[in-house]
C-alpha cells in the first residue's frame, strides 16, 4: 500500500516540474518600479506593458517610441522594423498602440549619454489605439457662460460706481 502511494507521489512530483516552469528569464514590471529600484534591475532582462504615446524618432536603423504604463514613462530603443508594428501614438484625443516590450533594462545607459532606458529584444502589440470622443459635456457649457455672464455684470456695477 505505501509503495502504491510513493510511486504515485513520485509520479505527480515530476508531472509538476514538467509542467511548471522552472526559470522565467524576463521578469515584469511597471516603469515606475525600474525607476525606483534601478539597481536591483540594471542589465536584466524586464516586461514591460504601456501605451505608445508622443512620436516615434528614427535613428539609422533603430527608433526611439515612449511608452507610458500609468506610473510613469520611459524611452525604448528598438530597431526600426519592431517600430514599425506600432501605428497609433497617444497624443491629445487619441490612445496608442498597448504594446509589450521585452529587453535589457538600462539605469544609466553608457550609450545613451546616461539615460535611463530599455534596449528592446521584443515588441508584441497588445491591443490597438483609437481615436477618443471626448465631447465636451453641456453642463460645463452652462456653467461657464453662467459664470461669464456674472462676471461681466459684476465688473459693469462695480466700474459704475466706481465713475461716482
Known sequence: MYEKIRRNLLRVTIFAFLIVPIKINAQESSLNNLIENGKNFDKKQIVVKGEAIGEPLSRNNYT?????????????????????????????????????????????????????????????????????????????VFISTISSIIVLVLGYIIYKKKRK
Request: aromatic share 10%; glycine share 10%.
Open 64 to 140: 526611439w517610441i515612449n511608452i507610458n504604463d500609468k506610473t510613469s514613462a520611459m524611452g525604448i530603443y528598438m530597431n526600426s522594423e519592431d517600430a514599425k508594428k506600432v501605428e497609433a501614438y497617444g497624443g491629445y484625443n487619441k490612445k496608442g498602440d498597448s504594446i509589450k516590450v521585452t529587453g535589457q533594462f538600462n539605469r544609466a545607459c553608457k550609450e545613451h549619454g546616461g539615460d535611463m532606458d530599455i534596449h528592446s529584444n521584443k515588441v508584441e502589440i497588445i491591443k490597438k489605439g483609437e481615436t477618443l470622443n471626448n465631447i465636451f459635456p453641456k453642463y460645463k
